[in-house]
């Protein structure tokens, strides 16, 4: 599974550093090309010739100990990494990735990737609490970041408590686990929809939904990071669509139904996140209405409904639906799945905190034919999107007889 795969293996300085070997030692072994970078204090632990003779690349320690002039090292190394592995991560090298410092080789060239990030923290039990660690592993997984939870055990400090660093052959498992879900979708051709549609009045005012786009661009990303060839269709957004997929900008629901249709036959797998204004307004204005008394009165009319008019054209594509409420959550979830042809409702209640629309968190209950499939907790959009993703590959890798009926 890592043949071939390029990681960069962060060490930092806590007496777990010793452990970096093993875990360089088993990712060498398993095929993958490891990059190993290490802090100064992580030196003061264990050796960079260590490291160096293990990997069988150099070890990188000092951001102007630059030893190729054609390249800028840490630039060089984050844009060709797969997956970055910090293992240990001290509390100081958490601070510094959640706040983006970048004063030494590890820094800079984490805050160049582009690519994945696994994290293995290790630390005193009470560092490990502190209010500062919790709200900046919290930031971190809000961005993606990926964890091995520390074990409970014996501490250096004489503590018996959490905060020790995973065992090696958890951590080589995780990077496993991680390249093996990144490609259970290749070869799959996916369609995402996200963001908010505009319905015009007139030049300067329209109708639209309350929605940021960030659910959609992050299904987008993870299907992406899963080998998946992925179409975004995008109306009003504020956060920067992910790169590596085809992004087709609309603005309104009708431009929107065009653009998905136009693509439709040709997907495997469908996803509805965007929030899809249901009203437009009968006549739009070719100038900016101007105030004339109290009262306006719109006449509007509903625009066609996409996400059902998929569900009735559907031939092989697996169909997903969003759906926003805030109240009888499970009911209505229930109601759009069937109406609607869908394999699967992404369903939650806008009104809880944590669940709501523009944040990075989201709090999700998925439903298919037989009832609710998962629900799961408050979690970062990228992790909602990563874990929707592996319910709809495992459906699809099921025989055909043990599926449901679409």
Known sequence: MLTGK??????????????GAALCSKLVQAGAK?????????????TPLTLQTLSRNPVYTDT???????????????DHADLIVIAPATANAIAKLAGGHADDML????????????????????MYEHPAVVS?????????????????GQLACGYVAKGRLAEPEEIADAVEAWFARSRSLAGKRVLVTAGGTMERLDPVRYLTNDSSGKMGFAIAEAA????????????????????????????????????VTAEYDDMDIVIKAAAVA????????GQKLKKNGERLVLELERTTDILETLGRRKTHQFLVGFAAETEQVARYAMDKLRRKHCDLVVA???????????????????????????????????????????LIGDRLARPEGSKHDR
Do not use: W
């Not at 390029?6 to 452990?19: N, P, Q, R, V």
């Not at 293995?120 to 009470?126: F, G, R, S, T």
């Not at 609309?250 to 929107?256: D, F, K, P, R, T």
């Not at 249901?278 to 204005?285: F, L, P």
């Open 278 to 285: 249901d009203y437009r307004a009968v006549n739009i204005s």
């Open 107 to 126: 820094s800079t060239t984490l805050l160049a990737a582009t690519c994945p990030v696994l994290i293995a923290p290790a630390m005193n039990v009470h």
């Open 64 to 78: 102007f100990d630059e030893r190729d002039p054609s390249v800028v090292s840490h630039i060089h190394l984050a």
């Open 348 to 390: 939650n209640d806008v009104s809880m905190e944590g669940a709501g629309f523009n944040g990075d968190t989201n709090i999700v209950q998925v439903f298919g034919e037989e009832g609710l499939v998962e629900a799961l907790p408050i979690m970062s959009k990228r992790e909602v999107a990563s874990r929707l993703l592996e």
């Open 136 to 152: 900046n592993l919290e930031l971190l997984a809000s961005r993606g970041a990926m964890f091995v939870e520390p074990g409970t």
């Open 224 to 259: 992406k990071l899963m080998g998946a060839e992925v179409t975004l269709v995008a109306g009003r957004t504020i956060a920067p669509p992910p790169a590596g997929v085809h992004v087709v900008r609309v603005e309104s629901a009708e431009q929107m139904l065009e653009a």
């Open 6 to 19: 390029s990681i960069i293996l962060g060490i930092t300085g806590g007496i777990a550093a010793y452990k």
């Open 34 to 46: 490891v990059h190993v970078i290490m802090t100064e204090s992580a030196t003061k632990f264990i």
